[in-house]
């Protein structure tokens, strides 16, 4: 007699769970295993990493994937450090050789070429890139042999720095907007200085509010029972810290949670808000915006 084994049910979990995802890991894939660890109906990530890179990978469970935009549009900070001299398909060490210079760079060479790299620039992706072309991963088109034109974006860099300098490598800090691939930022550094040059490490250590401080390893997440795994999250609210609060009363909240707007009274209530969020008693209620003194909800966040 065949036995089927039961699917185990999914569960109503939300919340920010902060990621040091490791090397050598996709990021869709420490999405599923976190979701799985979890039990978690629901998950997301915002801002994919490099299987290569290791770093802060914020992963949305439950009603927190409603504020998966916010958090994506967040500052990111990367260390990597680049490998001079050495040109490669993929523009770090996974990829083949394509070309090699003798030229090696000096700290002061170096540090004349960063001003150029910093504010919005112009920059042409990787070839192996996730971007979509005719509906197809750019990575994908490459691995099958394609020759790719990838098409230039333009890219904010708030700040470049140096943080050591040697003959064969050396190890930078960039501090950017969305969009930006620190691989093509990389190989252009090297480009522009008269040599080739490769990724060789890549870490992110900032997205927004999230950072290093506040990252959780996904092996002491694994080993941590259940009932620690959930207090490991952080609340829903976590991901909207780039939004003004607007705090309701309990009536205000149920009204909102049916998706109705509501008047903003009291002294220094606001006019008009573009984008915010509502909270009563420190829970997310609401993501919206202020028009004429009433909050208009466009996302209900659902209690948890």
């Not at 869709?28 to 998950?43: I, M, N, Y």
């Not at 990838?150 to 708030?158: Q, Y």
């Not at 092996?219 to 609060?245: C, D, H, I, T, Y």
């Not at 997310?284 to 004429?292: F, H, K």
Request: charged residues 25%.
């Amino acid at each position: 007699m065949n036995s089927t084994r039961k699917k185990s049910k999914k569960r109503d979990v939300s919340g920010w769970l902060i990621l040091n995802k490791p090397y050598d890991f996709g990021s869709t894939q420490a999405v599923g295993k976190v979701r799985w660890l979890l039990g978690a109906k629901k998950a997301g990530h915002a801002g994919t990493l490099d299987p290569l890179a290791t770093g802060i990978l914020p992963i949305a469970l439950g009603e927190a994937t409603k504020t998966i935009p916010f958090v994506q549009d967040g500052i990111k900070v990367y260390r990597f450090s680049l490998v001079w001299g050495i040109a490669t398909n993929t523009d770090d060490t996974e990829g083949e050789i394509i070309d090699t210079s003798p030229v090696r760079p000096s700290a002061e060479q170096v540090l004349a070429a960063l001003p150029e790299f910093t504010g919005q620039i112009s920059q042409v992706p990787p070839a192996f890139s996730a971007i979509k072309i005719r509906g197809e991963r750019a990575y994908d088109l490459a691995r099958a042999g394609h020759e790719l034109n990838m098409p230039p974006r333009d890219v904010m860099i708030e700040d470049f720095s140096l943080l050591k300098h040697g003959e064969e490598k050396s190890v930078f800090e960039v501090t950017c907007a969305k969009g930006t691939y620190i691989r093509a930022l990389a190989r252009d550094l090297a480009k522009k200085l008269g040599t080739r040059g490769h990724v060789d490490a890549l870490h992110r250590s900032r997205v927004g509010d999230f950072s290093d401080e506040n990252a959780i390893e996904l092996q002491e997440f694994e080993n941590a029972p259940m009932q620690e795994r959930e207090q490991m999250l952080l609340a829903v609210s976590a991901g909207l810290s780039s939004l003004p609060e607007i705090r309701v009363d309990a009536r205000q909240s149920t009204s909102l949670g049916f998706g109705n707007p509501v008047l903003l009274s009291g002294a220094g209530a606001p006019v008009a808000v573009e984008e915010a969020w509502a909270s009563h008693r420190g829970q997310a209620v609401a993501i919206g915006r202020v028009e004429q003194g009433q909050f208009r909800p466009s996302r209900i966040i659902l209690p948890h």
